[in-house]
């Protein structure tokens, strides 16, 4: 089955810098790859998601790029807020079947 | 539209014992999906289901029941309650052709 692998576990930048997290995963027939972001005591929400036949997608500050030869996506997030610290989660599917997440990443944005 | 629902929101049992996890979306999703959230661990599968009257099994299983009786609702049992059963169980339904899942509020369990 799908195997989604994330890193880095935890990640601190200061403000205004750039963000990037990154996940492989092991099933090439996936062909969905969704990120979600969870604040504290919250339900995940999707923030961003891209399907295979597409190697970049963007959206305002938050850009995620697919490479499908290597089996990996990432997550970049540009000019961090505050307000952008929280866990975030990749996850990969073959289209409309289960969604497996990778194990989260938290990021801290320091004023 | 309510979204996805779960309830209860806390709950405390002690080994052994039985009980039910309440889902229910009214966005017509024909997928659904139980999973439990533990630290350092990710958001792990349980059961999921394609539709009503199927149901399949996710990553971590054991110790869990699924039935999927309507569209509306996906119960989770847990039949004999362990502590390693601790943690924090989200539901969620997906959007097709989007694929978009949406996420219930969660349900903090605690098995002493």
Known sequence: ?111 | NAGVTQTPKFQVLKTGQSMTLQCAQDMNHEYMSWYRQDPGMGLRLIHYSVGAGITDQGEVPNGYNVSRSTTEDFPLRLLSAAPSQTSVYFCASRAQPRNEQFFGPGTRLTVL
Do not use: M
């Open chain 1, 1 to 111: 089955g799908e195997n989604v692998e994330q890193h880095p576990s935890t990640l601190s930048v200061q403000e205004g810098d750039s963000a990037v997290i990154k996940c492989t995963y092991s099933d090439s027939a996936s062909n969905y790859f969704p990120w979600y972001k969870q604040e504290l005591g919250k339900r995940p929400q999707l923030i961003i998601d891209i399907r295979s036949n597409v190697g970049e997608k963007k959206d305002q500050r938050i850009a995620v790029t697919l490479n499908k030869t290597a089996k990996h996506f990432s997550l970049h997030i540009t000019e961090t807020q505050p307000e952008d610290s929280a866990v975030y989660f990749c996850a990969a599917s073959r289209g409309t079947d289960k969604l497996i997440f990778g194990t989260g990443t938290r990021l801290q944005v320091f004023p």
